[in-house]
Antibody, heavy 121, light 112 residues
Framework: QMQLVQSGAEVKKSGSSVRVSCKASGGTLSTNEINWVRQAPGQGLEWMGGINPILGTANYPPKFQDRVTIFADESTSTAYMILNSLTSKDTAMYYC??????????????WGQGTQVTVSS | QSALTQPASVSGSPGQSITISCTGTGTDGDINFYHYVSWYQQYPGKAPRLLIFDVSNRPSGIFHRFSGSKSGNTASLTISGLQAEDEADYYCASYTSNSNFVFGGGTRLTVL
């Protein structure tokens, strides 16, 4: 079964950018859409977007449309999420999660272990 | 974009059954809410894990004590025979017609 392993914790300054990686093992990105979900301290889950490997296109909700870039490198089975213009409100745990990129698969499984991003002023 | 509303908290005693609701307030574009609901369990400090997909289906390895259902625009997660290890946060999610995921606000389950 595919597993997703994320990069380590990050501490960033306000106004900077962060890049988080998500490497797939035991499976292939070519058939899995990688999504990114974040969780601020004490808060719920928030979907940030996902990339469809078949179409090669990413899909973002309006809230993150201008600040997030999601892309994938199939040669290394790794997906990336870049978040720009960081503020303290972006301090959160960031998760990647897979959706089988085919019609009828409408859930997220598996999930990565999470990457803590802390933004300081 | 739809919103999914869950109760902030529920509680129950060991052996009892509890139900967590997830109500959609979608627009025409979110009609898929009615079919594509999934549920996730999250322990403190851990990543979420899939409990239920497509309203009522359990992935392999998930106990039969966990079940999902839907009535109108409300999906529900029922946990039967409550155990101490079920104490966690639970989230519903919908995959919309715009290929977006929307999550509910989450429900904290306390086992008394």
């Amino acid at each position: 079964q595919m597993q997703l392993v994320q990069s380590g914790a990050e501490v960033k300054k306000s106004g900077s950018s962060v890049r988080v990686s998500c490497k797939a093992s035991g499976g292939t990105l070519s058939t899995n859409e990688i999504n990114w979900v974040r969780q601020a301290p004490g808060q719920g889950l928030e979907w940030m977007g996902g990339i469809n490997p078949i179409l090669g296109t990413a899909n973002y909700p309006p809230k993150f449309q201008d600040r997030v870039t999601i892309f994938a490198d199939e040669s290394t089975s790794t997906a990336y999420m870049i978040l720009n213009s960081l503020t303290s409100k972006d301090t959160a745990m960031y998760y990647c999660a897979a959706r089988i990129a085919a019609s009828g698969y409408n859930w997220l499984d598996p999930w990565g272990q999470g990457t803590q991003v802390t933004v300081s002023s | 974009q739809s919103a999914l509303t869950q109760p902030a908290s529920v509680s129950g005693s060991p052996g009892q059954s509890i139900t967590i609701s997830c109500t959609g307030t979608g627009t025409d574009g979110d009609i898929n809410f009615y079919h594509y609901v999934s549920w996730y369990q999250q322990y403190p400090g851990k990543a979420p894990r899939l409990l239920i997909f497509d309203v009522s289906n359990r992935p392999s390895g998930i106990f039969h004590r966990f079940s999902g259902s839907k009535s109108g625009n409300t999906a529900s997660l029922t946990i039967s025979g409550l155990q101490a290890e079920d104490e966690a946060d639970y989230y519903c999610a919908s995959y919309t017609s715009n290929s977006n995921f929307v999550f509910g606000g989450g429900t904290r389950l306390t086992v008394l």
